[in-house]
Each structure stands twice: as structure tokens, then as C-alpha cells.
């Protein structure tokens, strides 16, 4: 890549980071037809802007509708990137199986950890809310996924995690399982035999790249 190809990559993640689609699109496109890869500008545009939204967040410096805006700006861009970057069989970083366990409804906080899963180049199967246990584990055989998220926002939904875990040991499934959500913590991850806790969106997606990559 050219000075010229890194100054645009630099535009390119500062408008996603500021959540402006359409320019995200623009420059995309324009990065595309002047014969930058698309796994260059998957890594050098798009994943930097949303690392830095990732560190942001974390740091307390931007909140989850800045986020989401992101996100959205990110989408814009890989609507052009997935067809060549499945053309070129981009190497996939790993896959994910995400969800909200049985009974419980909540989906800002999984929604946010799908999110920066994504911004890290993860492909995440994501399950929605409500979701038994066994349908994590046969969703995660499935797919191939090198690891479940799964989260809960309520104190009465948490012991499902424990069900999850089971599931997966009964089917022989080789994955990692993170737990995270409000009520959750380190203590209750061990206590279940999960094999990670998240306290946030940012570090649940540095944590699944780490175990994809040691797959």
C-alpha cells in the first residue's frame, strides 16, 4: 500500500469511527477501483475505525448509540467488501455462536458484542434472545464455531449459562464457552465451568479473536 492508499485508509476509518455511511460507502468503492485489496481495506480501514470505537467505548469516551452508528457505517462498507472478500476466500478469523439465554430478552448487550465481534473480521451466528442450551451447542457444531457467547442480563436466567456448558460437554463439542452480562462475573463463570468471562463488549470480542486464533 502507497502513502496515498494509507492516507485514504486513514480517511476511511475516521469517517466510520464519526458513523458516516455514505462516505464510508464512497470511499470503499473508491479504494475497490483503485485496486486496494479488499482485505487491505477490511484491516487497514474498517477494523482500525471500529478498534478505536472498541477502545473508546471501553474508556467511556463514546456510548452505545455512537457505537451502533459505527456499526451501521461498518455494514455500509463490507456490503461492497463480502462478495470479493468471499471471492478472494478471505482467510475467516474464526466463527462465533452468540445469543441471550432461555427466558431472557435482552439484546443491546449481545447486540454491542456482536458488533465489535465483527469489527474484529469474526463471522458471528447470532441466535437472538431466549435461546436453550442445546441450540447453542447444535448451532456451534453446525458452523464450526471455535466459541459460544452467551449472555444474561438477569439474575434468574444466569443459571442457564450452567445448562449451556453442559450441553456442550454432553455433544463432545470443542469450544470455548464466555459468559457476560450485568449480573455476571469471574467467580460465576468458574463456578459453572464456562471458560471466559467478559465484563464488556469490547473485551468479549478481544477474547474471541484470541481463542480463534489459538484454534
Do not use: W
Amino acid at each position: 500500500m502507497g502513502e496515498h492508499d494509507m492516507a485514504d485508509m486513514q480517511a476511511l476509518s475516521e469517517f466510520l469511527q464519526r458513523g458516516k455511511a455514505k462516505e464510508v460507502k464512497e470511499l470503499v468503492q473508491q479504494a475497490v477501483s483503485e485496486g486496494l485489496s479488499a482485505e487491505d481495506i477490511l484491516d487497514q480501514g474498517l477494523l482500525v475505525g471500529m478498534n478505536k470505537i472498541g477502545v473508546k467505548f471501553k474508556n467511556n469516551e463514546v456510548f452505545v448509540p455512537e457505537v451502533l452508528i459505527a456499526a451501521r457505517a461498518m455494514n455500509a462498507g463490507m456490503e461492497i467488501l463480502k462478495p470479493l472478500l468471499a471471492a478472494a476466500n478471505a482467510q475467516n478469523r474464526g466463527t462465533v455462536v452468540l445469543g441471550t439465554v432461555k427466558g431472557d430478552l435482552h439484546d443491546i448487550g449481545k447486540n454491542l458484542v456482536g458488533m465489535m465481534m465483527k469489527g474484529k473480521g469474526l463471522t458471528v451466528i447470532d441466535l437472538g434472545t431466549d435461546v436453550p442450551p442445546e441450540r447453542f451447542a447444535e448451532e456451534a457444531a453446525k458452523h464450526s464455531a471455535q466459541i459460544i457467547a452467551c449472555s444474561a442480563l438477569l439474575t434468574t436466567t444466569m443459571k442457564e449459562m450452567e445448562k449451556v456448558v453442559k450441553a456442550v460437554k454432553s455433544a463432545g463439542l470443542d469450544v470455548k464457552v464466555m459468559v457476560g452480562g450485568a449480573p455476571v462475573t469471574e467467580a460465576f463463570k468458574t463456578s459453572i465451568g464456562a471458560d471466559f468471562y467478559s465484563p464488556d463488549a469490547a473485551t468479549a470480542s478481544e477474547i474471541a479473536l484470541q481463542v480463534c486464533r489459538n484454534a
